[in-house]
């Protein structure tokens, strides 16, 4: 599966495609920093906030509707 970026030039009217191969990483980082990068980003909503919440809700503890609203759309925006 073949990817191509669209190539405009500023004083030229004609657009040009040129292939680009599927293999190209666009994180400039070694491998370790992107699993450090994905463990942060992945592990807080998928399970901390849901961890959060079912605490929350065996211990039977009250909260702000802003509070429940704000980790509901942190977990969706999440995944």
């Known amino acids: 599966m073949a990817s191509s970026i669209l190539v405009v ?4 009217t004609s657009v040009t495609s040129t292939p680009v191969p599927a293999t190209v990483n666009i994180v400039h980082g ?5 699993i450090v990068f994905l ?3 992945i592990w807080p909503s998928h399970f901390a906030i849901p961890l959060l919440f079912a605490v929350i809700y065996f211990r039977k503890i009250k ?3 802003t ?3 704000l ?3 942190f977990t969706i925006a999440g995944m």
């Open 71 to 73: 980790g509901v759309t």
């Open 39 to 41: 463990v942060l980003n």
């Open 63 to 65: 909260r702000h509707a």
């Open 9 to 12: 030039s500023a004083n030229s």
């Open 67 to 69: 509070f429940i609203n």
């Open 30 to 34: 070694t491998h370790s920093q992107l």
